[in-house]
């Protein structure tokens, strides 16, 4: 079975401060995809990023970043000067090879950024 | 190009009654995946559709059904609704049977009273 927790439910920043969202999973596939998503008020899911199983490389775009550790099974997420903007709903999820035609959500982190 | 569409926005419906719900995917993807997110958790799997056949569903009771047209659309049917029911109605859509790249509408509120 597939798992994903977020055990952070909110988190409230000040604006330009750093912030990290945390995600650990489960699975047993040797082969997954792990994403972050945001949900703004409006609902919608707006994708960030997908990582594959085979690559841990951590990566930066703008002010975000990921780290991705495969031993810890962990895909954490950090935002660099927090605006206003960032505030929102993230969401951590897993698609594992066994089943890849479902998405397996975490319960989403709250983050807020004040001005 | 237009993005996955889903109407109606919201929805306000009566314990007993039936619903349904439509998703429109982006053009030339071929499959819709159902989530529904009550308030407060993540998105949870109800159903994928890949050229017009069910592919996957979740652990939901079988007043959810689903189907996808010719043209990709796709329709969630909800029967004898309950209050529980009451949550976001997400739907993905995606060019491949598996969710690698999957874009997602801005879904239904659906509440029951």
């Known amino acids: 079975a597939q798992k994903v927790t977020q055990a952070q439910t909110e988190i409230s920043v000040v604006e330009k401060e750093d912030v990290t969202l945390d995600c650990v999973y489960e699975t047993r596939d040797t082969t997954y995809y792990l994403f972050w998503y945001k949900q703004p008020p409006s609902g919608e899911l707006v994708f960030l990023i997908r990582r594959n199983s085979f690559d841990e490389q951590n990566e930066i775009s703008g002010r975000y970043s990921w780290n991705f550790q495969k031993s810890t099974s962990s895909f954490n997420f950090t935002i660099t000067a927090s605006q206003v903007v960032d505030s929102a709903v993230y969401f951590c999820?897993?698609?594992?090879?066994?089943?890849?035609?479902?998405?397996?959500f975490g319960k989403g982190t709250l983050l807020t950024v004040n001005p | 190009d237009a993005g996955v569409t889903q109407s109606p926005t919201h929805l306000i419906k009566t314990r007993g009654q039936h619903v349904t719900l439509r998703c429109s995917p982006i053009s030339g993807h071929k499959s819709v995946s159902w989530y529904q997110q009550v308030l407060g958790q993540g998105p949870q799997f109800i159903f994928q559709?890949?050229?017009?056949?069910?592919?996957g569903r979740g652990n939901f009771p079988d007043r959810f059904s689903a189907r996808q047209f010719p043209n990709y659309s796709s329709e969630l049917n909800v029967n004898a609704l309950l209050l529980g029911d009451s949550a976001l109605y997400l739907c993905a859509s995606s060019p491949r049977q598996g969710l690698t790249e999957a874009f997602f509408g801005q879904g239904t509120r659906l509440t029951v009273v």
């Open positions: 999820a897993l698609l594992s090879g066994g089943s890849n035609y479902k998405l397996t």
């Open positions: 559709y890949y050229e017009k056949e069910e592919r």
